[in-house]
């Protein structure tokens, strides 16, 4: 298990949301890459240095710091779609391989090379920016039903990436809610939404939305 590359956005103007600009647009770089504990969500900033969002009500932050995507994933939705993907086409951070993101457990600890300590936090939900980086019509739902998300990671102990970095995972909660599980949850199967809570290390965010969707709270 590895980091084949770590990616940083660029920029760039987004005419897909009320934001003037979107980082979506992550491109591979040479070198070490230092990662820090961001501030909390509001203020643009993520767990890269030189990376930030500009979507700030719904990204960034501590639960959404560093962004993870299997490079088989990718593979797989070259082959659906038609179309080359190269890594950090999906706006990850990290293109990882011979890692099953979306089965990691929220909560999870990978060790990133000799420093770096990420928890698995969230997955990812799919955005009209997501879409029209992809140009492909219905992208959102078609994205939701395959259910391969990948994963947002905290900054647990910060340090440096870099590509080729050996991904150790160091710690496994005791219990099932996997990033896909939580992904389904939250979007196309609700009653999948008790089970969620089991997971500590789920953001309160969606903590407070998994008890008001089952008005148990």
């Not at 639960?63 to 080359?84: C, H, I, P, S």
């Not at 599980?181 to 939404?193: D, G, M, Q, V, W």
Request: one cysteine or more.
């Amino acid at each position: 298990m590895k980091v084949l590359t770590v990616n940083v956005g660029r920029p760039r103007p987004n005419p897909w949301k009320e934001t003037a600009l979107t980082g979506i647009d992550k491109r591979p770089v040479e070198g070490p890459v230092a990662v820090v504990v961001p501030g909390p969500k509001g203020t643009g900033e993520v767990g890269l240095v030189g990376d930030r969002v500009y979507d700030v009500k719904h990204h960034g932050g501590t639960d959404q710091a560093v962004y993870a995507y299997a490079r088989e994933d990718l593979d797989r939705w070259e082959t659906e779609l038609g179309t080359t993907l190269g890594n950090g086409g999906f706006g990850e951070n990290l293109t990882t391989a011979g890692l099953d993101v979306n089965r990691a457990l929220i909560g999870e600890r990978w060790r990133i090379g000799p420093d770096v300590i990420l928890e698995v936090s969230c997955p990812r939900i799919p955005c009209g920016t997501f879409q029209g980086w992809l140009r492909q019509q219905g992208w959102i739902k078609r994205f939701t039903r395959a259910a391969v998300p990948g994963a947002y990671l905290r900054v647990i102990v910060p340090g440096q990436l870099r590509a080729t970095d050996p991904i150790e995972i160091v710690q496994r909660p005791d219990h099932q809610v996997t990033i896909e599980l939580a992904f389904r949850a939250l979007t196309l199967e609700p009653e999948l939404l008790p089970q969620l809570l089991a997971a500590e290390a789920l953001p309160e965010e969606d903590r407070k939305l998994v008890l008001r969707r089952t008005s148990t709270g």
